[in-house]
């Protein structure tokens, strides 16, 4: 991921970071689980998976992301930016933030059964951020 220089329009410095503070601290899971590569790709891999469990998200992301045509760029994409929502000064994780937002105000539709999603939906968000009510979809 240190090969990436920019993100969104946004510079990365990794040899200087700003000397502000981070979101989360050192000591967080989110730190001691983002520094071990395996744990990392595992991690990822298997969030990849829960989010295409719900019909909407996997739609959400099919039809409005670059997902089908360059999955390992969106991947690159959405790991720089939890790395900087994680590690980042909080200036710069509050514009990756409010960048993510923005995409996410756009993405709208329906499943292929015609089932409306938002990407903002607070149920969606929830089950992609995995704040600890994960179930899995009735829909499966």
Same mark, same amino acid.
């Given at each position: 991921?240190t090969?990436?220089?920019? !993100?969104?329009?946004?510079?990365i ?6 000397? #502000? ?10 730190w001691?689980? !983002? ?12 969030a990849?998976l ?22 390992i ?5 959405t ?7 994680? !590690?980042?000064?909080q200036?710069?994780?509050r ?19 015609g089932e409306? !999603?938002?990407?903002?939906?607070v #149920? ?8 600890g009510?994960?179930?899995?979809? #009735?829909r499966?």
């Amino acid at each position: 991921m240190t090969d990436m220089t920019s !993100y969104l329009g946004w510079k990365i410095d990794h040899g200087q970071p700003l000397g #502000e503070p981070a979101f989360l601290d050192p000591g967080s899971v989110h730190w001691r689980v !983002y520094k071990n590569p395996i744990a990392l790709a595992v991690g990822g891999v298997a969030a990849v998976l829960l989010e295409f469990a719900d019909p909407r998200i996997r739609s959400g992301v099919w039809d409005h992301s670059t997902f089908k045509t360059d999955p390992i760029g969106r991947s690159r994409r959405t790991g720089v930016a939890a790395m900087v929502g994680v !590690y980042g000064p909080q200036s710069a994780a509050r514009r990756v933030i409010q960048g993510v937002t923005n995409m996410h105000g756009r993405v709208a539709g329906n499943t292929p059964s015609g089932e409306a !999603y938002k990407a903002l939906d607070v #149920e969606l968000l929830n089950w992609v951020s995995g704040d600890g009510r994960i179930r899995v979809p #009735e829909r499966l």
